[in-house]
């Protein structure tokens, strides 16, 4: 099934074609079809995880117009190695939070592992839950060509959906964390993932640790949006996994973070203090008291 562009789909309005996704005055939620504008006007935006209500306020206050509530909270949230265990139910609670605590972002959530490779009608279940139960406004899913039965049938059905190729985490124990697409084969293969969910009638598809010239070279062919995440520059929007970005990752992190602060060392340095305080008898005071 091949997706509307943006000036095909019959309620395009002149008036939403002036609004950036980003920096943008819209009060009301992002949708796809806003998404397809911005790719019309060559526009790029970024996209963050959230994983709970207030930290996903705090990123819809900042006007960023895309949540994407990640399987990464297997890692960065729940205390999992790999996003492998995450289960529907687990995405299921925190993606209604990610909803409730944002008014305007566009939040997309995560089909984790086992919820939708059985075939497009599991697909469509486990994202049926995510639509009626947590209230995100599209899900996301791995893979190219091997998913595109799911694909096709979720927007069929009027569930929109980002795809997600290249690296993809889901798949650690066959492919492990490796760049994917170098090499003339592998970037061939990348591309015909990349029209294959676009074709499939995807929104827009995450281009996971590709070499930037392949990712800038999938912008290029493609009309829907690209996602770029370890991919270059090129990409029409950057996603990063919000607890690296703002450095409350501890360890190691990826070579295409890019840290914007350090709220390990402010969180970590607060709870010393409070410690401090309560130990030494300087907590409370008369002021935190009450009579
Ligand atoms: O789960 C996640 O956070 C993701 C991003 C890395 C794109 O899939």
Redesign the pocket.
Known sequence: MTQLSAAQTPQAKPSDSGKALYGGKSTRRITVRDIALAKERGEKWPML?AYDAMTASVFDEAGIPVM?V???AGNCHLGYET?VPVTLDEMAMLSAAVVRGTSRALVVA?LPFGSYQEGPVQALRSATRLVKEAGVGAV?LEGGERSHRQIELLVESGIPVMA?IGLTPQSVNAMGYRVQGRGEEAAAQLLRDAKAVQDAGAFAV?L?LVPAELAAEATRVLHIPTVG?GAGAETDAQ?L?WTDMLGLTGGRVPKFVKQYADLRAVMGGAARAFAEDVVGGTFPREEHSVH
Do not use: P, Q, R
């Open positions: 995880t994407l990640g399987d990464s996003t995560d996301k997600h995450v996971e995440i996603v996994v």
